[in-house]
């Protein structure tokens, strides 16, 4: 799977690289936490290597969204604008129904192919414009979908209800259906000594991921820069060398589920186990297959 850099200063090596090309990503999270800085960030980073970027606010208009990028250190995004690499599309005033199913399609048959990089924000009106769940599902996979055909995709989705609770009724369809699902909150200090924020990921189809939380700031100019993330160890396969060997020496096992089972272990490395009982592997594949 092809990486693209996120431009999120930390966030690669706790994607295995990147976010998978062609891929559709949900950041979700309350207010404050920087979903707009993070979609606009990925944007940026495309347009700092001449990739065109596509904007769709469902909330704000261009001069708005703008006027919040030069906010933040990022005066650059109105040049952009003005060279034909960032493309706004302003749909808060629109009926969502009709721009998914009618007026996208014709939009991306114009830029399919294009490798741009696409941030919608925030997703969430288009869960609120209709109420019947399976509309909102087929409205959710058509955006989505669509936009693939465009380039890499960015969502971002607010949260709403009780905290750290991520499967509300608003979010739980578009984390379903995304490749990848992001998730910025905020974590409280105790007493009266503020909060930090956090940032883990959720879900991530077809890639290694990190499983832990990861503390981040939000800077001025550089925008959200995670504090610690995961140091990239150097990639070995000591142990599905040995699990290999523990299997080709077993007798009671059939040779075509040797090499079955072999060919499986070609693929991973270390950090696959990395939580799992070695012993306890094996003995687990023998039990299944003897």
Same mark, same amino acid.
């Given at each position: 799977?092809?990486?693209?850099?996120?431009?999120? !200063?930390?966030?690669?090596? +706790?994607?295995?690289?990147?976010?998978?090309?062609?891929?559709?990503?949900?950041?979700?999270?309350?207010?404050g %936490?920087?979903? %707009?800085?993070?979609?606009?960030?990925?944007?940026?980073?495309?347009?700092?290597?001449?990739?065109?970027a596509?904007?769709?606010?469902?909330?704000?208009?261009?001069?708005?969204?703008?006027?919040e990028?030069?906010?933040?250190?990022?005066?650059?995004?109105?040049?952009?604008?003005?060279?034909?690499?960032?493309?706004?599309?302003?749909?808060?005033?629109?009926?969502?129904?009709? !721009?998914?199913?009618?007026?996208?399609?014709?939009?991306?048959?114009?830029? $399919?192919?294009?490798?741009?990089?696409?941030?919608?924000?925030?997703?969430?009106?288009?869960?609120?414009?209709?109420?019947?769940?399976?509309?909102?599902?087929?409205?959710?996979?058509?955006? &989505?979908?669509?936009?693939?055909?465009?380039?890499?995709?960015?969502?971002?989705?607010?949260?709403?209800?009780?905290?750290?609770?991520?499967? $509300?009724? *608003?979010?739980?369809?578009? &984390?379903?259906?995304?490749? $990848?699902?992001?998730?910025?909150?905020?974590?409280?200090k105790?007493?009266?000594?503020?909060? @930090?924020?956090?940032?883990?990921?959720?879900?991530?189809?077809?890639?290694?991921?990190?499983?832990q $939380?990861?503390?981040?700031n939000? +800077?001025?100019? !550089?925008?959200? &820069? +995670?504090?610690?993330?995961?140091?990239?160890?150097?990639?070995?396969?000591?142990?599905?060398?040995?699990?290999?060997?523990?299997?080709?020496?077993?007798?009671?096992?059939?040779?075509?589920?040797?090499? &079955?089972?072999?060919?499986? +272990?070609?693929?991973? @490395?270390?950090?696959?186990?990395?939580?799992?009982?070695?012993?306890?592997?094996?003995q687990?594949?023998?039990? *299944?297959?003897?």
């Amino acid at each position: 799977m092809k990486k693209i850099r996120s431009g999120i !200063f930390g966030l690669n090596p +706790l994607l295995d690289g990147g976010f998978n090309e062609k891929s559709t990503n949900v950041i979700l999270g309350v207010p404050g %936490t920087g979903k %707009t800085t993070f979609a606009t960030q990925f944007l940026k980073r495309g347009l700092e290597m001449k990739q065109p970027a596509i904007f769709i606010s469902l909330d704000e208009n261009q001069d708005q969204i703008i006027h919040e990028a030069r906010e933040r250190g990022w005066p650059e995004m109105e040049k952009f604008v003005d060279e034909g690499l960032l493309l706004f599309i302003d749909a808060s005033g629109k009926e969502f129904t009709t !721009f998914i199913r009618d007026e996208l399609p014709k939009f991306v048959s114009k830029w $399919s192919g294009a490798n741009a990089r696409v941030a919608i924000d925030p997703l969430t009106p288009v869960i609120w414009a209709v109420e019947n769940r399976y509309d909102q599902r087929e409205l959710i996979s058509i955006l &989505m979908k669509e936009l693939k055909k465009i380039g890499t995709v960015v969502c971002t989705l607010e949260e709403y209800g009780i905290e750290d609770q991520i499967s $509300s009724k *608003e979010t739980i369809i578009p &984390m379903y259906l995304a490749d $990848s699902v992001i998730h910025l909150k905020y974590v409280r200090k105790g007493g009266d000594k503020g909060f @930090n924020r956090l940032l883990e990921i959720i879900k991530y189809r077809n890639s290694r991921h990190s499983k832990q $939380s990861h503390q981040y700031n939000i +800077l001025h100019g !550089f925008g959200i &820069m +995670l504090q610690q993330f995961d140091e990239p160890k150097k990639v070995t396969k000591k142990i599905p060398s040995l699990i290999k060997r523990n299997l080709i020496k077993e007798k009671k096992l059939p040779k075509n589920i040797k090499n &079955m089972l072999t060919n499986y +272990l070609e693929s991973l @490395n270390d950090h696959d186990f990395e939580e799992l009982d070695i012993p306890k592997v094996i003995q687990n594949l023998m039990e *299944e297959y003897t």
